[in-house]
C-alpha cells in the first residue's frame, strides 16, 4: 500500500483465465504417480487473441493421467483466444506394489509371466521370487530344468544322479520301494497329497499355475479359477473381483478386486472414465454436454469461459444498509452482522502448491471461513491482496507496504511496494492471474450457492505513479491487469461478486484517469476507506477536492459503494454507528450500501440494531 495506509501483513507458514499477453504457459510435467500439468493458454488485450494452449504433462510412468489443455481467454477486442491444447498421456494407475502390463496390475515381484519386469516370463517349472526366476522350494535347476531331487529317478538326491530301473526314487534315495506316506508312480515316489503332477493320484496332473493342496487343486491365495486358469481376481480388469465381471471403464483397473478409475471422484460415463465436474461431455452427470457459449464445465455447472460473469449491483437481501466486521469465529461478528470480511493472499504462493503459473491451490484459508458461512446469514468479504502479501513474501522478494520496510519481512532497503511493486507484477503477471483463479475455485466449491465479494488490491492505483515505481505500469495496462483478475476470478466462480478499491489520497486527475481505464463492465462495486458522518474523504485536500466524495465517485463509476474504517496506520476510529441516521441515508444517497467497521465497539450489535429502523433502502 502506499504510505497513507498500512494494511498489517500477516505470516503463515479448473480451466482457468489466462493472464494477457501472448506467451502460453507451459504444461505441467509429468507425474510419478499423480495426474500432468494442465497447459493453460495464452491471451491478449490488443487486436489479436491469445496463443494455442500447451498440451497438458504426460502422466506418470505408473499412475499418472494426462493434463488438460486449455485455450487462451477473450481479449478485450478482437478475434477470439487460442484453441486448447492437446491433453497429455499417461497410463492408468495400479495399486501400491503392482504395475500395469498389458492392460492387467501384476505384482513383478511375484508374477511368473512378468518376473522382474512386463512380459518377462520364467521358464516352465520356474516361479518367480523378488522378481527373479528360480525353481520352487524343494527343487532344483538340473540343465536349465527344475527338477524335485525327492523323488526324480533320473536326479535323484542330486542332479545327474539317476537310479537303477530296478529301482524309484524315495526321499532323495535310490531304493526298492517308497517310504511311508509316499506313492510310487512310474519310478518316482511322490506325495500325492502335495505334489501338482501328482494330486490325489497318480497322473492327476494340476491345470498351468495351480499347486496341490491337501491333495487338492488350488490356485494361489488371491486367484481363482476362471476357465480352467487360474485368474488373479484380485488385479485382472476382465475377472475383477470374479470370474464375469469386467471393468466397464477403458481405463480402469482393478485394484483389491474392485475396478477403479485412474483418479479418485472420476465416474465410468460410456465406457471411459470422467470427472463430473469438469469433463464437458458430461458435466454433472453421463451425457450432459455443455453446449456454446457455455462451454466450461465448473463444479458439474455449464459456464461460459469467455464471459466474466453479469453485473451484482446490490449483493444483500431486502436492500437493506449492511454492516460488516472483520471475521474472527462462528460467535463473533458473522453471528449477527450482515457480512464478514477475512484477509486473503498471504499463504504460501499464494495458496499454490508452488509458485508456478499450472500449479493448482493447495491452501486457501478464505475457503474454510466460506464454507462456514455458507449456510449462515453473514456474507463473505475478501480483503484479496495477493499482490502486497506476495510481493512482500515470495521467494524473499521484500518488497512489503509502503510504511513497511522495516519489519520482519522487509529489509530496509528502500525497496517496497511503492517502488518494485510494478516490476514485481510485470515479473510473475501469469503466477498472480492464476493465484486468483485457483483461490476462485476453491472457494466456489467451498461456497457453492453462496457469493463471495471480493475486494480487490487496495491502492491499485498506486502501481502506475512514475515518479516512484521503478517499472510504473500505463494505466492501460492497469486496467487490462483489473479485468484479467476479475475473470479470472469469475471464470472459476461464476457467482462471485469483484469490488474494485478507489484510493482517497489520489489527485483529481489520476482518480479520473484511473477509473476510466477500469473494466466497469465486468467490476460489480467500488470499496473505499471512508467515514459516516461526512460526504467527503478524510484525506480532501486542494489535489483532490473534487474526486475524494462518496457523490463523486458514485456518479463517475455507476456503481455502488461498500465503505471500511481500515484507514490510516492504527485504523480509524468509527464513525458510522457513532454517526446519525441522517447522515447515514446522506450517504445511502450518494451510493454506500454498506460499511466495514474494523474494530467495533463491544455494543456494535446493539449500535446497528438500533440504526436499523431508521435508515433508508440501499436499492436506488
Not at 49 to 77: I, K, L, Q, Y
Not at 368 to 392: D, E, H, K, P, W
Amino acid at each position: 500500500m502506499a504510505s497513507r495506509f498500512s494494511y498489517v501483513v500477516l505470516v503463515a507458514s479448473v480451466i482457468l483465465y489466462a493472464c494477457s499477453g501472448s506467451v502460453s504457459d507451459p504444461g505441467g510435467g509429468a507425474g510419478s504417480n499423480g495426474p500432468g500439468g494442465n497447459g493453460i493458454g495464452g491471451s491478449s488485450s490488443g487486436v489479436t487473441g491469445g496463443s494455442t494452449g500447451v498440451s497438458g504433462g504426460s502422466g506418470g510412468s505408473s499412475a499418472g493421467t494426462g493434463g488438460t489443455g486449455t485455450g487462451g481467454t477473450r481479449p478485450d477486442s478482437g478475434s477470439p483466444g487460442g484453441a486448447a491444447g492437446a491433453g497429455g498421456s499417461g497410463p492408468a494407475g495400479c495399486g501400491t506394489g503392482t504395475t500395469m502390463c498389458g492392460g492387467q496390475c501384476v505384482n513383478l515381484s511375484s508374477d511368473a509371466a512378468n518376473c522382474g519386469s512386463c512380459a518377462h516370463a520364467c521358464a516352465a517349472g520356474q516361479a518367480c521370487a523378488n522378481g527373479v526366476c528360480g525353481c520352487a522350494t524343494g527343487q532344483m535347476s538340473c540343465g536349465g530344468t527344475c527338477k524335485d531331487t525327492q523323488s526324480d529317478p533320473q536326479n535323484c538326491g542330486a542332479c545327474g544322479m539317476a537310479c537303477p530301473t530296478s529301482q524309484v526314487c524315495s526321499q532323495g534315495r535310490c531304493s526298492a520301494g517308497c517310504a511311508a506316506r509316499l506313492t510310487r508312480c512310474g519310478n518316482a515316489c511322490v506325495d500325492t497329497t502335495g505334489s501338482a503332477a501328482n494330486c490325489g493320484a497318480c497322473g492327476m496332473a494340476c491345470p498351468t499355475g495351480q499347486s496341490c493342496f491337501q491333495s487338492m487343486c488350488r490356485c494361489p491365495t488371491g486367484q481363482g479359477v476362471c476357465n480352467g486358469s487360474c485368474i488373479n481376481i484380485t488385479t485382472d480388469v476382465n475377472h475383477c473381483g470374479g470370474c464375469t465381471t469386467v471393468c466397464p471403464g477403458a481405463e480402469q483397473t482393478c485394484v483389491a478386486g474392485a475396478c477403479q478409475c485412474p483418479v479418485a471422484g472420476q465416474t465410468v460415463c460410456n465406457g471411459h472414465c470422467v470427472d463430473l465436474n469438469s469433463d464437458t461431455a458430461n458435466c454433472g452427470t453421463c451425457g450432459h454436454a455443455c453446449a456454446a457459449p457455455a462451454t466450461k464445465c465448473l463444479i458439474g455447472g455449464c459456464f461460459d469461459p469467455n464471459s466474466c460473469g453479469s453485473i451484482t449491483a446490490q449483493p444483500f437481501a431486502d436492500c437493506r444498509f449492511a454492516w460488516g466486521g472483520i471475521d474472527n469465529g462462528a460467535s463473533g461478528v458473522s453471528s449477527f452482522a450482515d457480512f464478514s470480511a477475512f484477509w486473503v493472499g498471504f499463504e504460501p504462493n499464494g495458496g499454490l502448491a508452488s509458485a508456478s503459473a499450472t500449479a493448482t491451490n493447495n491452501r486457501c484459508d478464505g475457503c474454510t471461513v466460506a464454507s462456514r458461512l455458507a449456510t449462515g446469514n453473514a456474507m463473505l468479504v475478501y480483503y484479496a491482496y495477493f499482490i502486497g502479501y506476495q510481493a512482500c513474501l515470495l521467494n524473499g522478494a521484500g518488497f512489503c507496504d509502503c510504511n513497511n520496510d522495516n519489519t520482519t519481512n522487509g529489509k530496509g532497503d528502500g525497496h517496497t511496494l511503492c517502488t518494485d511493486g510494478a516490476q514485481w507484477i510485470k515479473t510473475n503477471r501469469a503466477l498472480l492471474i492464476n493465484m486468483y483463479a485457483q483461490y476462485a475455485a476453491k472457494t466456489y466449491a467451498a461456497s457453492r450457492n453462496k457469493p463471495v465479494i471480493w475486494w480487490l488490491e487496495g491502492d491499485f492505483e498506486q502501481y502506475t505513479v512514475t515518479g516512484t515505481q521503478t517499472s510504473a505500469l500505463t494505466m492501460a495496462e492497469l486496467g487490462a491487469l483489473a479485468r484479467d483478475i476479475t475473470c479470472a476470478i469469475k471464470a472459476n466462480e461464476p457467482n462471485a461478486i469483484v469490488a474494485m478499491n478507489h484510493a482517497p489520497w489520489i489527485s483529481n486527475d489520476q482518480s479520473n484517469a484511473f477509473w476510466g481505464a477500469m473494466p466497469m463492465d465486468v467490476i460489480d462495486l467500488v470499496w473505499v476507506q471512508g467515514a459516516g458522518d461526512t460526504g467527503t474523504f478524510l484525506n480532501s485536500g486542494p489535489t483532490n477536492a473534487a474526486t475524494a466524495t462518496y457523490a463523486w465517485l458514485f456518479q463517475k463509476t455507476g456503481r455502488h459503494i461498500m465503505a471500511e474504517t481500515s484507514f490510516a496506520t492504527a485504523g480509524q476510529n468509527d464513525r458510522w454507528t457513532t454517526a446519525s441516521a441522517a447522515n447515514i441515508n446522506a450517504r445511502i444517497t450518494e451510493g454506500v450500501i454498506g460499511v466495514n467497521v474494523n474494530a467495533p465497539g463491544s455494543n456494535y450489535q446493539t449500535q446497528i440494531n438500533g440504526l436499523a429502523s431508521q435508515l433508508n433502502p440501499v436499492c436506488q
